[in-house]
C-alpha cells in the first residue's frame, strides 16, 4: 500500500513497514494513554529504560499493523501481523530510538489539517 501522506517508513528485519495512524489506531492509543496528546507525555516520562521499549515497540507494532490490515482488506492474499515479540526480536535499541522520529511523523501525518487560521486570514492584504 502507497499512502504516502499518511505514513512514515521503518525497516524491521528485512522487511519495509508503514507506520500509518487510522481511526482504528487512534482508538487504540487512546484506550491505552487517554488520547493522543498524552501519548508524547508518557513516552517521555517514562520512569525507565524497559518500560520506554515496551511503549516503543507497542506503538510501532500497532502502526506497522495497519498498513497490513488494510492490505487484508482490499486483497485475497492475506499477510501476517507483526507482533510485538517479532519487533523485538528483528529490532536493536538503536534503531527503536530512530523509530520515534518516524512514529511521531506517522502521528503528525494522521492528524495534520490543511486549515488556515483567523490569524492568517486577518493578515491578508484587503483590496
Request: proline share 2%; glycine share 4%; with cysteine.
Given at each position: 500500500?502507497?499512502?504516502?501522506?499518511?505514513?512514515?517508513?521503518?525497516?524491521?528485519?528485512?522487511?519495509?513497514?508503514?507506520?500509518?495512524?487510522?481511526?482504528?489506531?487512534?482508538?487504540?492509543?487512546?484506550?491505552?494513554?487517554?488520547?493522543?496528546?498524552?501519548?508524547?507525555?508518557?513516552?517521555?516520562?517514562?520512569?525507565?529504560?524497559?518500560?520506554?521499549?515496551?511503549?516503543?515497540?507497542?506503538?510501532?507494532?500497532?502502526?506497522?499493523?495497519?498498513?497490513?490490515?488494510?492490505?487484508?482488506?482490499?486483497?485475497?492474499?492475506?499477510?501476517?501481523?507483526?507482533?510485538?515479540?517479532?519487533?523485538?526480536?528483528?529490532?536493536?535499541?538503536?534503531?527503536?530510538?530512530?523509530?520515534?522520529?518516524?512514529?511521531?511523523?506517522?502521528?503528525?501525518?494522521?492528524?495534520?489539517?490543511n486549515v488556515e487560521s483567523e490569524d492568517d486570514l486577518k493578515n491578508t492584504?484587503?483590496?
Open positions: 500500500m502507497q499512502d504516502n501522506d499518511r505514513s512514515a517508513i521503518i525497516k524491521i528485519g528485512d522487511e519495509e513497514y508503514q507506520l500509518i495512524l487510522t481511526t482504528k489506531a487512534t482508538k487504540e492509543i487512546a484506550k491505552r494513554y487517554g488520547g493522543l496528546e498524552n501519548l508524547g507525555t508518557k513516552l517521555m516520562k517514562t520512569e525507565n529504560f524497559e518500560m520506554a521499549l515496551d511503549e516503543v515497540v507497542w506503538l510501532i507494532t500497532l502502526l506497522a499493523n495497519q498498513c497490513i490490515l488494510i492490505h487484508n482488506l482490499k486483497h485475497q492474499d492475506k499477510h501476517e501481523l507483526l507482533t510485538e515479540e517479532t519487533v523485538e526480536l528483528l529490532t536493536s535499541p538503536l534503531e527503536l530510538a530512530a523509530y520515534k522520529d518516524a512514529i511521531m511523523k506517522a502521528m503528525f501525518k494522521g492528524t495534520k489539517r492584504p484587503a483590496e
